[in-house]
């Protein structure tokens, strides 16, 4: 079973950056974040594959960016000039040929 173990999140207020991280039991073929509030559903924020493509939703492109470690079998989201709609809980996910993952969830809050 592949577990994601994610770090990071926390408050922060608009207009600051934050960092999350995920770390995967093993090497996946794609990994990346999906975020979550209240009574919507869980929408993509990026993705990346482990050859670099990236795909990005389009309400954080520009600020940011998601990055992998291949080697460590990570994946990082740099977030940068943060908003308080950016307020979810972030899910770290991967995929394993046709098999999906999901990290255990963390908290961003954009407030001041």
């Known amino acids: 079973q592949v577990q994601l173990v994610e770090s990071g999140g926390g408050l922060v207020q608009p207009g600051g950056s934050l960092r999350l991280s995920c770390a995967a039991s093993?090497?996946?073929?794609?990994m990346g974040w999906y975020r979550q509030v209240p009574r919507k559903e869980r929408e993509l924020v990026a993705t990346?594959?482990?050859?670099?493509?990236?795909n990005y939703a389009d309400s954080v492109k520009g600020r940011f960016t998601i990055s992998t470690d291949n080697a460590k079998n990570t994946v990082n989201l740099q977030m940068n000039s943060l908003k308080p709609e950016d307020t979810a809980v972030y899910y770290c996910?991967?995929?394993?040929?046709?098999?999906?993952?999901w990290g255990q969830g963390t908290q961003v809050t954009v407030s001041s």
């Open positions: 990346v594959t482990t050859d670099g493509r990236t």
């Open positions: 093993s090497a996946m073929d794609a």
């Open positions: 996910n991967a995929l394993l040929g046709l098999r999906r993952f």
